[in-house]
């Protein structure tokens, strides 16, 4: 597609309930990011796809957090039981080439963003 | 480790000039980037810095000093639509952006 396709848009969802939340990256492009991003601060890095592949996971902040991309295109970030700290905006980003030992700038270009919040 | 600060917020006049600094302390080094976030919109792309110097496109300039680490955004002739939040981000030896919290910016008339 033309740009990121995020979906929801909007999600309101009860303490306890599991979200799923889904990312189009751009036709073709080899890297994925996640990030969540607070009221008022930056992204926070969440994990990082080179294809299919979960490169780094580093920045999820609990095992309730899981994100697949399964056939190196679609992604899906999944947040099981809910919790009010998870409320936030879930950024997803691609850029062309592989990050590791890519050079250039290779920039990563953002979807809009699902807003998630948890009651 | 790595620490990014920038100013969180800004004013100024439509038609003027703002510069908006970042500091960095990065484990690895491979670019910094500017980004404009409008409210509830993606981040967007406005430049790329690896080497020290200044890069200008059109009314925005971006200056980075590896050995400072440090760089800034200049927006020149400032018009009302600049104003949004400005995000530096650095691309550390791991390869994904590490953001600081921006620094959103109010233009007036």
């Known amino acids: 597609g033309a740009g990121v396709s995020q979906s929801p848009r909007y999600k309101v969802a009860k303490r306890g309930q599991d979200v799923a939340l889904r990312c189009d990256p751009i036709?073709?492009?080899?890297?994925l990011f996640w990030y969540q991003q607070a009221l008022g601060q930056g992204p926070e890095f969440l994990t990082y796809f080179q294809n299919e592949a979960q490169l780094d996971k580093s920045g999820l902040p609990s095992d309730r957090f899981f994100a697949e991309r399964p056939e190196g295109s679609v992604s899906t970030l999944k947040i099981q039981r809910t919790q009010q700290e998870d409320s936030a905006v879930y950024l997803c980003a691609s850029s062309p080439n592989r990050h590791r030992g890519s050079s250039g700038a290779n920039v990563l270009t953002f979807g809009a963003g699902s807003r998630l919040t948890v009651l | 480790g790595q620490n990014i600060d920038q100013p969180t917020e800004m004013t100024a006049t439509e038609g003027a000039i703002v510069q908006i600094n970042c500091t960095y302390q990065?484990?690895?080094?491979?670019?910094l980037f500017w980004y404009q976030q409008h409210a509830g919109e993606a981040p967007t792309f406005l430049s790329y810095n690896v080497l020290d110097g200044l890069e200008e496109k059109g009314r925005f300039s971006s200056f980075l000093s590896r050995s400072k680490g440090y760089s800034y955004l200049l927006l020149k002739e400032l018009q009302m639509k600049d104003s949004a939040s400005y995000l530096c981000a650095v691309r550390g030896g791991f390869q994904k952006l590490v953001f600081g919290t921006g620094t959103r910016l109010l233009v007036s008339p």
């Open positions: 990065t484990s690895g080094f491979n670019g």
């Open positions: 036709s073709g492009h080899v890297s």
